[in-house]
């Protein structure tokens, strides 16, 4: 026990940060406070607008963004990862609040927090990079549609409808509005969205969304604008922190959407960090410490009010682009943040829904990178089924439901596609010194086939079935020095494909056995079977001398060097 707990204590210390991390904050350190306020900037309209989103208010996605945002830059594991509230989260987040209210919400933060820092001590950050690429492609999409959705009440300003699928929820607000227009919200939104759209295209470092609503504001504020609704009273700080909203008895009944945010927070921050080392040179995040800063900062972000958090690819991307070199960029985003909640929330209140609607819509949009969407699709056939897949589940069910389906569907074709490439050959006996006329003899009684791949599940019952179809010889030589692996399944259907060739009268032999094959074969009790007299052939000239001296004590051959027929027909040898 002592030692298990001085491993786990050990697991730990290698998670904390070093320093080198530290050393880094000082190696260029006014090029990444000047990058901190750019994302700051672009970073606040995006936690005001999914806080709202979630459920919680724009108050929870500003308290999420400052405190989650600061500990995953300390604690996480890239130097260039930007933590906060976003879309993919707030997805989720929504049914939740629906079912089990605000604090559901915060105790399920907390909970997936510790879900992920139990992840990273179990070193369970590596297996992400097994997401196959149409997955993530697909799941982005449906993200993407998801987010744009979620906007429509708030776009068309009008209350949000009851139900927690977004597509049910979208038609009553789209039909509501059809009895009531609001047209000033529905230009706000509409405004605010083709602002940042073009913008990006024309000069891409502006922070257009940060502007777009500062304009927006300034519009419904002086004109008196009742239909643009604004955000609302917004506290003045950072609420004391509180475990007030714990619900030991709620415990069991979260531990389901726990998983969930849990999941999606390790899938979104460990993309997002990838994402980031994609963009730059000799930069190289460690997913593992990036889970277990996550985990911190989702166990602590639901104390101060604040949502579950995970890493934000859009925020990521602005962070490389200005030129953030060390984790001092996000820590600088992150106090301006606070800053801004503390000295400027009457300002930040009197932002209208709409315009935050409209930040949202275009994010949404800019998430859909069509270049990619279109080359995955034109890959093969697979890989475009997996998209769609993959993007109609994420729309129609949850994000979790949509990741291990995309999963399932990926992995079963990639089974397919394996389970093909295994080959069951015949292939000519090799001369060795034999002469043409004793080879042609050989070659009346004994085939030898060669197995080349997997011989697991997917494949195993076509080997079946050829390899009983053998033709009425008396000696099958297996070659399996090319079997790539073997399973269980593999194996049981190779000891009764053996085992009804001898019911035949068949001899079977194999020969270039690999080690690790031989235990899965012993295991089933088809080692034996392939070992007659208790011997095993390393090569293939091996086992075809082993088969002549069974044929010639069967009186199938002739003796060596005899050239007189066979004494008898044995055909039932």
């Not at 530290?22 to 005001?48: F, H, I, M, Q, S």
């Not at 196959?132 to 979620?150: D, K, N, R, S, Y």
């Not at 959407?257 to 899938?267: F, I, K, R, Y």
């Not at 129609?396 to 093909?420: C, E, P, Q, W």
Request: hydrophobic share 55%.
């Amino acid at each position: 026990m002592t030692s298990r707990i001085s491993r786990v204590r050990s697991r730990i210390s290698s998670l904390l940060p070093t320093g080198a991390d530290l050393a880094e904050l000082r190696r260029d350190p006014r090029r990444d406070l000047l990058a901190g306020v750019t994302v700051a900037v672009v970073a606040l309209p995006l936690a005001l607008g999914f806080g709202v989103s979630s459920g919680l208010g724009a108050e929870a996605g500003l308290a999420t963004a400052v405190v989650a945002g600061a500990l995953a830059a300390v604690f996480g594991g890239s130097n260039l990862q930007v933590s906060g509230p976003t879309g993919a989260m707030t997805v989720v987040l929504v049914p939740i609040v629906g079912e089990y209210g605000p604090t559901g919400v915060l105790t399920v933060g907390l909970m997936a927090g510790v879900m992920l820092v139990a992840l990273a001590v179990l070193k369970a950050g590596r297996y992400m990079q097994y997401i196959p690429a149409p997955v993530v492609e697909g799941f982005t999409l449906g993200i993407a549609c998801v987010i744009g959705l979620q906007q429509i009440p708030n776009a068309l300003g009008v209350p949000k409808p009851e139900g927690d699928r977004v597509l049910v929820v979208t038609w009553r607000a789209v039909a509501e509005f059809a009895r009531s227009p609001n047209w000033t919200a529905l230009g706000f939104a509409a405004a605010v969205a083709a602002v940042m759209l073009v913008g990006a295209r024309w000069r891409p470092t502006v922070p257009f969304s940060i502007l777009a609503v500062i304009a927006a504001t300034i519009v419904a504020r002086s004109a008196g604008l009742d239909a643009a609704r604004p955000i609302g009273d917004l506290p003045a700080g950072l609420p004391a922190p509180s475990l007030a909203f714990l619900d030991l008895g709620s415990l069991g009944t979260l531990l389901a959407p726990a998983v969930a945010v849990a999941a999606l927070a390790a899938l979104e921050s460990l993309l997002s960090a990838s994402v980031a080392d994609g963009m730059t040179v000799g930069q190289k995040h460690d997913p593992d410490r990036e889970l277990f800063g996550q985990g911190l900062a989702n166990i602590a972000a639901p104390l101060f009010g604040g949502v579950p958090a995970t890493g934000a690819i859009a925020r990521t991307a602005v962070n490389v682009r200005t030129g953030a070199s060390s984790r001092l960029a996000a820590l600088a985003h992150a106090a301006i943040l606070g800053v801004i909640v503390f000295a400027a929330a009457p300002l930040v209140s009197r932002i209208p829904l709409a315009a935050l609607a409209g930040v949202l819509l275009a994010t949404a949009i800019r998430m859909v990178e069509v270049g990619s969407l279109r080359a995955m699709a034109r890959a093969t056939r697979s890989d475009g089924l997996i998209l769609v897949l993959t993007a109609v589940a994420t729309l129609a069910l949850d994000l979790v439901y949509a990741v291990v389906i995309g999963l399932a569907v990926a992995g079963a074709l990639a089974l397919r596609t394996v389970a093909k490439q295994a080959r069951f050959d015949q292939v000519p006996l090799d001369r060795g010194d034999h002469s043409a006329e004793e080879h042609a003899l050989l070659a009346e009684h004994i085939v030898a086939y060669r197995i080349d791949g997997p011989l697991f599940f997917a494949a195993a019952h076509r080997f079946l079935l050829e390899l009983t179809d053998v033709a009425d010889v008396r000696v099958v030589i297996l070659r399996m020095s090319r079997v790539s692996t073997m399973d269980a399944t593999g194996a049981l259907v190779l000891k009764d494909a053996v085992g009804k060739l001898r019911r035949r009268g068949i001899l079977v032999l194999a020969s270039g056995i690999r080690p690790g094959q031989r235990q899965v074969l012993d295991s089933v009790g088809a080692l034996a079977l392939l070992r007659p007299h208790d011997r095993e052939y390393a090569t293939t000239p091996e086992a075809i001398r082993a088969a002549r001296d069974h044929l010639e004590t069967a009186g199938v051959l002739p003796p060596s060097g005899s050239s007189s027929p066979p004494s008898r027909d044995l055909r039932n040898c």
